[in-house]
Every structure is written in C-alpha cells, then in structure tokens.
C-alpha cells in the first residue's frame, strides 16, 4: 500500500506494477485521514509488516525568521505525523508479534545546516523519538530504523517554502545554503531517488539485528564523519570546561 496526499500523483506507480499497489490518499495532518488510512492497509492487505514514515516538507529560514505557525506545520508534518501513524500501527503490530518501523530521516537528524533550523529540529525530534520505540518495542518483536539519506535528486529543494519574515542580516551565512538546496535535483554526483528506495528494501529484507541508524549514500557519510569529530571535539572541551578549577570568584 502506497499513500500520498493526492492518490493522482501514484497512478504512474501504479501503472507499473498493476494489482501489486494500492494507492491510498492519506493527509498526515489529519488524525481521521490516518485512522482511515490504516484500515484500509487492514481491509485490503491484511495489515501492517512495514510502516515506512517518508513523508517531508521543507522550511527554509533562519530560526528568528520562522514564524510559530511556520514552525508548527513543520513539526506536524515532519514528526507529529509519523508518530501518529506509528502509534496507530503499533497495536497491529504487537498482536501478531512483528513489524518494521523505518522512519526517514536526513543527515542533519545529527548534525545541521545554516537556514534549515526548522527542518534541523523537526529531524532531531524524529530521531529521539526512534531511539525511544525501538527500546518500548523490542520486546513484542518489532523493529525500528531511522535512514539518515545524504543528498538525493528530489524535488524537496525546488518544493522547499520560504519564511514569510525576511530578516536580510542573515543572507551572509543563509543565501548560499538556500541555492545550493534549490539545485538538488540537478547537481552532479547527487543520489537518484530509485536507488535510495533499493537501499530501504535492502534494509526490511535484512534478516536478524540491524544498526538503529542507517546513513544512505556516499555523502551521508562523509557529512556524519565530520559531525562525529566536531562532536568529540566538543564533548572534550566541555569536560576539560567542567573537569578543570572552578572559575575565581
């Protein structure tokens, strides 16, 4: 079964594999829509072995430029929503003792970027929460993994809504962010979409313990090595901050 908001944008997928996709409209907004959602997955495929959370929005402003109510739709989109729909799935799941929970989340879960603060805090909110299922959830069988995808040609940066409030002071470290997010989708060396969702399939189909976070593509990597330093290198000089002679008073 495969959701979006507007089932018209699956008809090409489901031209492709007839009888093998159900398309489903699905509003991650809309608790009713998501109830509705899951009973159909259990009227028309017999239930829920695989909760994929896919669905992404992108915000871009600095964090003084982001609105309460721009920052609300990010979150319900971004974390509300996948948290609802894990929530209805759950039950389902633990009754017949198994399931997979794969929630998609981005580098910048561990680390962030200039003018995506939203997006940024949303990711992270995202990523503890998981961390948290696939302790609760262990026990009943079920599976959790957060994909950390690197930089993939999608149309999140052409789809990606501005702040309303403009402040201009933060163009210096912003602008450049802003277009280089713009230009995903035909930036060489960027990650093609097919080949992020063989990775996903990979990931289900694996047998046995699998990490609770998985990176997805070469980039995603080499972002996280970076983030793993700097944080090593910022755990240690907060210890040296605290372990070293309080300040005079």
Same mark, same amino acid.
């Given at each position: 079964?495969?959701? !979006?908001?507007?089932?018209?944008?699956?008809?090409?997928?489901?031209?492709?594999?007839?009888?093998?996709?159900?398309?489903?409209?699905?509003?991650?907004?809309?608790?009713?829509?998501?109830?509705?959602?899951?009973?159909?997955?259990?009227?028309?495929?017999?239930?829920?072995?695989?909760?994929?959370?896919?669905a992404g929005v992108g915000l871009f402003g600095a964090v003084e430029e982001v609105s309460d109510a721009e920052l609300r739709d990010q979150l319900?989109?971004?974390?509300?929503?996948?948290?609802?729909?894990?929530?209805?799935?759950?039950?389902?799941?633990? !009754?017949?003792?198994?399931?997979?929970?794969?929630?998609?989340?981005?580098?910048?879960?561990?680390?962030?970027?200039?003018?995506?603060?939203?997006?940024?805090?949303?990711?992270? !909110?995202?990523?503890?929460?998981?961390?948290?299922?696939?302790?609760?959830?262990?026990?009943?069988?079920?599976?959790?993994?957060?994909?950390?995808?690197?930089?993939?040609?999608?149309?999140?940066?052409?789809?990606?809504?501005?702040?309303?409030?403009?402040?201009?002071?933060?163009?210096?470290?912003?602008?450049?962010?802003?277009?280089?997010?713009?230009?995903?989708?035909?930036?060489?060396?960027?990650?093609?979409?097919?080949?992020?969702?063989?990775?996903?399939?990979?990931?289900?189909?694996?047998?046995?313990?699998?990490?609770?976070?998985?990176?997805?593509?070469?980039?995603?990597?080499?972002?996280?090595?970076?983030?793993?330093?700097?944080?090593?290198?910022?755990?240690?000089?907060?210890?040296?901050?605290?372990?070293?002679?309080?300040? !005079?008073?």
């Amino acid at each position: 079964m495969v959701t !979006a908001r507007k089932t018209a944008d699956l008809e090409d997928l489901a031209a492709a594999w007839p009888g093998r996709i159900v398309p489903v409209p699905l509003e991650l907004r809309d608790p009713a829509s998501c109830q509705e959602a899951v009973r159909t997955a259990v009227d028309r495929v017999g239930g829920i072995d695989i909760l994929v959370n896919n669905a992404g929005v992108g915000l871009f402003g600095a964090v003084e430029e982001v609105s309460d109510a721009e920052l609300r739709d990010q979150l319900e989109i971004l974390v509300v929503g996948p948290w609802r729909l894990t929530r209805l799935a759950l039950p389902l799941m633990r !009754a017949q003792g198994h399931g997979h929970i794969v929630n998609v989340s981005s580098v910048v879960g561990r680390m962030a970027f200039p003018g995506l603060g939203a997006y940024v805090a949303a990711k992270h !909110a995202l990523e503890g929460m998981s961390e948290a299922l696939a302790v609760e959830a262990a026990p009943h069988g079920i599976r959790v993994t957060v994909v950390e995808p690197g930089m993939f040609a999608t149309r999140y940066g052409t789809a990606m809504t501005e702040a309303a409030h403009r402040v201009p002071a933060y163009d210096v470290t912003n602008r450049e962010m802003l277009e280089g997010a713009r230009g995903l989708a035909d930036s060489p060396g960027t990650g093609r979409p097919d080949d992020f969702a063989v990775r996903v399939l990979a990931i289900v189909d694996t047998e046995g313990p699998t990490p609770l976070r998985i990176p997805v593509g070469a980039d995603a990597y080499g972002y996280l090595d970076v983030a793993e330093q700097a944080a090593r290198e910022e755990y240690a000089a907060a210890r040296a901050l605290v372990d070293g002679p309080p300040p !005079a008073v």
